[in-house]
């Protein structure tokens, strides 16, 4: 069956780093653009980074531009997710995603749209 297990969350301080991974298993990774998409308690959906299916392109929400690196091993079925110079305001649960298509402005932050997602893996930034 499909599966997205995340891993790699915890507890960190605030200008600390975390690496986030996703093993996806039961379809052809390769095939599928991967999302990481966030929620924060109390609030909604926030996408976070999208990666093409050979990873030769990727995006950024304004919020994490410069601090965040999304990347994957094809021949792994693996998505990661670097985070550096975290700050409280990234306390989440972070979810990976997939999409058979690019999805683009109100589908990033609807589950619906894609086609399969994580249990999620909890962030928390605190001193």
């Known amino acids: 069956q499909v599966q997205l297990v995340e891993s790699g969350g915890g507890l960190v301080q605030p200008g600390g780093s975390l690496r986030l991974s996703c093993a996806a298993s039961g379809f052809t990774f390769s095939n599928y653009w991967m999302y990481w998409v966030r929620q924060s308690p109390g609030k909604g959906l926030e996408w976070v980074s999208l990666?093409?299916?050979?990873?030769?392109?990727?995006d950024y929400a304004d919020s994490v531009k410069g601090r965040f690196t999304v990347s994957r091993d094809n021949a792994k079925n693996t998505l990661y997710l670097q985070m550096n110079s975290l700050k409280s305001e990234d306390t989440a649960v972070y979810y990976c995603?997939?999409?058979?298509?690019?999805?683009?402005?109100?589908?990033?932050?609807?589950?619906?749209?894609?086609?399969?997602w994580g249990q999620g893996a909890q962030v928390t930034v605190s001193s």
């Open positions: 995603a997939s999409s058979g298509r690019m999805l683009t402005g109100w589908n990033l932050i609807l589950r619906s749209k894609y086609d399969y």
């Open positions: 990666i093409s299916t050979g990873g030769s392109s990727t």
